[in-house]
């Protein structure tokens, strides 16, 4: 294993793939010479050339179209969109065309294409540029929406995202890009399943479920929740279309208790849907109401204070699992070690 940055993850896993198929190629906004807004594809114009490293014009309903066409054709794009908030822009071709034409045509018609995407706020880049708009998208029957938190799922997952035959749409938080973690060696070949969670910390006492870069600030609240005598088990869910709820329910057969996380909207938004989906499958279980940790319900801020105030925090997740744990439970139920997961 070596240590290497989230970016650089992402940016193994396209040249991967593009030297494993020749079909796959990618496009999109100041990708070839520049390398990017993150330098996610830096170098790769070097290697491959701009017949399959094509920068685009700035106009996002016919890059995703574009790379729908050559998908139909046979071809594998990966497309890079600058920012998720411009992939509004888009959302025609993604939602009407992209995540339609294989049930439209019976099966006949595969669009095997990634919209790639940075997202989140934290970087003071105001109310227009700092939406990861995920809800929108795992609301789409057809598409499938990944979230990776870590270098390890972003270059596992980015593999295993270019070689499936359905639209996928990875959205990758801005504040993670220089985010460090173990990756195996380039040599050494993995993918990581599109359809399954992962526990990044075993617990007894309540449930944390998860995703992007609220995964780390979550660790973060179990770590301060160890030392109040309360065993946080910390689920990052990789993916929420599909979403492994089997293993959601699991979790929460064994610790009856329930805390969501996320840094986008709460009214209608992703955790509120898993939410209403614990209730559904695991009513029975639960011995306390849902928890819900999300964003402010405003537009982002551009003030780095006002920015702060609506990003959900540490302590949001502590006081939401607080809330909801006894402490008579808590301090008899002993503190399990942090699992050793990726």
Not at 103 to 108: I, N
Not at 116 to 137: I, K
Not at 230 to 242: K, S
Not at 323 to 340: F, K, M
Request: charged share 25%; net charge negative; proline share 6%.
């Amino acid at each position: 294993m070596r240590t290497i940055a989230y970016r650089d993850a992402l940016r193994e896993a396209i040249r991967d793939e593009m030297r494993r198929d020749e079909r796959v190629f990618i496009m999109g906004e100041d990708i070839a010479g520049y390398g990017g807004t993150y330098a996610v594809t830096k170098g790769l114009i070097d290697e491959f050339g701009e017949k399959r490293v094509r920068d685009t014009p700035l106009a996002e309903l016919v890059i995703a179209g574009a790379g729908i066409g050559a998908a139909l054709g046979g071809l594998r794009p990966i497309v890079e969109i600058m920012t998720a908030n411009f992939s509004l822009l888009a959302s025609d071709q993604i939602i009407n065309s992209a995540a339609k034409w294989h049930y439209m045509f019976g099966g006949q018609a595969h669009v095997p294409i990634v919209f790639r995407m940075p997202g989140g706020g934290g970087a003071q880049r105001g109310a227009q540029h700092s939406q990861m708009l995920e809800t929108m998208y795992a609301h789409i029957p057809g598409l499938k929406v990944v979230m990776p938190a870590t270098p390890y799922d972003a270059k596992g997952m980015l593999k295993s995202a270019i070689r499936d035959d359905d639209p996928v749409l990875f959205v990758e938080h801005e504040l993670l890009y220089s985010v460090k973690g173990e990756v195996p060696d380039e040599s050494e070949e993995y993918t990581v399943p599109l359809n399954r969670g992962i526990v990044r910390r075993e617990g007894r006492d309540v449930t944390i479920v998860t995703f992007s870069r609220m995964v780390h600030i979550c660790m973060q609240a179990a770590e301060d929740l160890a030392k109040e005598g309360i065993a946080a088990e910390v689920i990052d869910l990789r993916a929420i279309r599909p979403i492994d709820l089997e293993l959601v329910m699991d979790s929460v057969k064994k610790t009856n208790r329930v805390v969501v996380a996320e840094e986008g909207w709460k009214y209608y938004g992703t955790g509120q849907g898993i939410a209403a989906m614990i209730y559904e499958h695991a009513f029975d279980y639960l011995d306390a109401p849902v928890g819900h940790v999300a964003g402010a319900d405003v537009p982002m801020p551009y003030s780095k204070p006002l920015e702060r105030a609506a990003l959900p925090t540490k302590a949001d997740v502590v006081a939401a699992v607080t809330a909801i744990v006894p402490a008579r439970q808590a301090a008899a139920t002993p503190t399990p070690a942090a699992a050793g997961a990726r």
